[in-house]
């Protein structure tokens, strides 16, 4: 029998798979609604990420929190989780082999899921998720389809605190997630 998502996470939380285990605090395994229409998928936690166990709790969070609310979504709308489900070392990106090992839990969190939409929240996830040579400048707000799914990039929220004048056109992406989930109400 296929196995549920809480197994799954008990599993997770015990990964010693790459290095990342001796420094984290946590696993951030990804929380919210199991049988949400869609799925977001970050990079991987930062220090408030690690501390609490749980994704975009941080600063980005808020905003990302601000980003759902002003098209009507809340955090149990949506599923979140990361590609890396620890914190590496002082933030910095996850390497290819952390993110080869871990995305086998992710791969597995899609199956049970089966989520109808994904949203990769900045560069790293969209290239692992997407499309390797991805220009989330340029193509952030496209869905495309790949391995039945549709799937789109965004602006990452930490990006959007940095760089505020990309708030609009990050909004923008927001309304399509929200008029595509609508289209696919029954
Ligand atoms: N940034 C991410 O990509 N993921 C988190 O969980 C928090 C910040």
Redesign the pocket.
């Given at each position: 029998m296929a196995k549920d998502l809480a197994a799954l996470r008990e599993e997770c939380l015990q990964c010693k798979r790459c290095g990342l285990w001796e420094t984290r605090h946590n696993v951030?395994f990804g929380v919210g609604n199991e049988h949400a229409k869609v799925m977001f998928i970050?990079?991987?936690?930062?220090e408030n990420?690690d501390l609490q166990g749980e994704?975009?709790v941080?600063r980005?969070?808020q905003l990302l929190d601000k980003m759902l609310a002003a098209v009507e979504l809340r955090r149990e709308d949506i599923y979140?989780a990361?590609i890396v489900k620890c914190r590496p070392p002082k933030n910095r990106d996850p390497l290819p082999e952390e993110q080869e090992e871990c995305i086998r839990w992710l791969d597995e969190q899609l199956e049970i899921m089966n989520p109808r939409l994904i949203v990769c929240?900045?560069r790293i996830?969209a290239a692992r998720i997407m499309n390797p040579n991805i220009k989330i400048s340029k193509e952030h707000g496209q869905w495309i389809e790949k391995d039945g799914r549709l799937m789109m990039a965004m602006l990452?929220p930490?990006a959007l605190l940095r760089n505020p004048n990309q708030k609009p056109e990050a909004f923008e992406d927001f309304l399509r997630l929200k008029e595509k989930l609508d289209a696919l109400e029954d």
């Open positions: 951030v970050g990079e991987g936690p930062g990420e994704p975009f941080g980005a969070g979140i990361n929240l900045g996830a990452h930490a």
